[in-house]
């Protein structure tokens, strides 16, 4: 089975600065791995998604990941935080052939400061 | 708009009840998931459906069940409700059975009381 670690709940930048929201995961065969935002009262949309070929994956808004298969990671980062980024970033690993069922991470609440 | 619709937006009702959740996929998916978010179990897959097909089951109570209509909506039914299925339900679409990505509705607020 798979599985998803976030590392720290509530993340705070200044705007301007550096975003990295962490994300490790556990899986017994190369997975597919997804970052999601969950602005208030919306549902998840789709940052970027990484399945095979080039590990830097760029998304949305100026979002990046990069999968490290050593290091069992897939690392959300954004140059430069904006006001607009503050929500909650879901990460989330399926398994190739049972790509239906999204396990995903308990969250990171992104606040960014002015 | 993501072009995922579900109603209701909020619901409230008693323990013990019956509720209906529908979702709407976007145009030209045939693949519907439904997600429950709570704030101790998180984010968690319930079940999916393929072109009127149940495709994988998650963790979805017995008490609760779904379907997918020949237009390609689905509901999901809960029934004899507990304090505990307050949540948020999140319907997803996909064009394909495979998952790349889905795209999610904005949910809804089911409150238990």
């Known amino acids: 089975a798979q599985s998803v670690t976030q590392l720290g709940s509530h993340v705070s930048v200044s705007e301007g600065a550096l975003v990295l929201l962490r994300c490790n995961y556990s899986?017994?065969?190369?997975?597919?791995l997804f970052w999601y935002v969950q602005y208030p009262n919306q549902g998840l949309q789709l940052l970027l998604k990484?399945?095979?070929?080039?590990?830097l994956v760029k998304g949305i808004n100026g979002f990046e990941a990069e999968f490290k298969k050593s290091e069992t990671s897939f690392h959300l980062t954004k140059p430069s935080a904006h006001m607009s980024d503050a929500a909650e970033y879901f990460c989330?690993?399926?398994?190739?052939?049972?790509?239906?069922?999204?396990?995903f991470g308990s969250g990171t609440q992104l606040t960014v400061l002015p | 708009d993501s072009g995922v619709t579900q109603t209701p937006k909020h619901l409230i009702t008693a323990t013990g009840q019956r509720v209906t959740l529908r979702c709407s996929p976007r145009?030209?998916?045939?693949?519907v998931y439904w997600y429950q978010q709570s704030l101790d179990q998180g984010l968690q897959f319930l079940i999916q459906?393929?072109?009127?097909?149940?495709?994988a089951k998650g963790n979805i109570l017995e008490r609760f069940s779904a379907q997918q209509f020949p237009d390609l909506h689905s509901e999901l039914n809960l029934s004899s409700l507990e304090l505990g299925d307050s949540a948020l339900y999140f319907c997803?679409?996909?064009?394909?059975?495979?998952?790349?990505?889905?795209?999610f509705g904005s949910g809804t607020r089911l409150t238990v009381v």
């Open positions: 997803a679409s996909s064009v394909d059975g495979r998952g790349y990505g889905y795209t």
């Open positions: 899986s017994s065969v190369p997975p597919y």
């Open positions: 990484y399945t095979t070929g080039a590990t």
């Open positions: 989330a690993v399926s398994l190739p052939g049972s790509a239906r069922q999204l396990t």
């Open positions: 145009s030209g998916d045939l693949s």
């Open positions: 459906y393929y072109n009127g097909e149940e495709r």
